[in-house]
């Protein structure tokens, strides 16, 4: 099976491209907000590299958020119109789930963090089940001082959205940061996720996928 997996949920641009979970072609770009100008010429230069044509892609995976808005709605048009147009399934990954894989050992419930201004962060817990990330909360939208009360001595992982365009927020320097494999998350790590939720019972091939970028999407989690 030949997948391609895209994030633009976050200010880079991930790609990958991957033949029975074997890497073909895999990139990172740190491009801000030029994702919608470049994707396309990228994913060319992908498959031409890899000798394969859009049309042989069995699956997407893609990254529907929350983070970027622009972001996470580039990544969705693209999957979804290739998809379409190709009749082929996407599989939907959220931000805080592909970040809670970072983590692979850890035997305890631990909280994911995402920031969605300097002041709020979107938040889950996660465990890792059987070498995959499961949601043992909903995602909640919540202000960064209301979490850091509750859990200012829980290890987290924390992923900051361009932090050098944000002012300084002293409480996220007192967080007990875990390890993580990968500083930025990657898009091969996106298509194993991906991959493990084609395979599991509950996958529906023909259900819709929608983007995950407002507060009221999240509040209904």
Known sequence: MIRLSVDTSFEHLGLCLTRNGVPLANYYSLCNRRNSKIIFEVIDDLLKNADIKLAEVDAYVVN????????????????KTFAQVHKKPVVAVNSLELLAGQIRYLKIEFPVLLNCTRLEVFHA????????????????????????????????????????????EPLFEKLKLLPLDHPVPDALLLDRLGAKKMLSSSFDPDAPVNPLYIKREVEKL
């Not at 529907?64 to 999957?79: D, I, K, L």
């Not at 996660?126 to 001595?153: H, W």
């Open 64 to 79: 529907r958020g929350p983070g970027s808005y622009t972001g996470v709605r580039v990544g969705m048009a693209v999957v």
């Open 125 to 168: 817990t996660f465990r890792i089940v059987e070498g995959k990330p499961v949601a043992k909360t909903p995602i909640q939208l919540s202000s960064f001082e209301k979490f850091y009360e509750t859990k200012q001595d829980v290890p987290v992982v924390l992923y900051r959205i361009s932090p050098e365009r944000r002012k300084p």
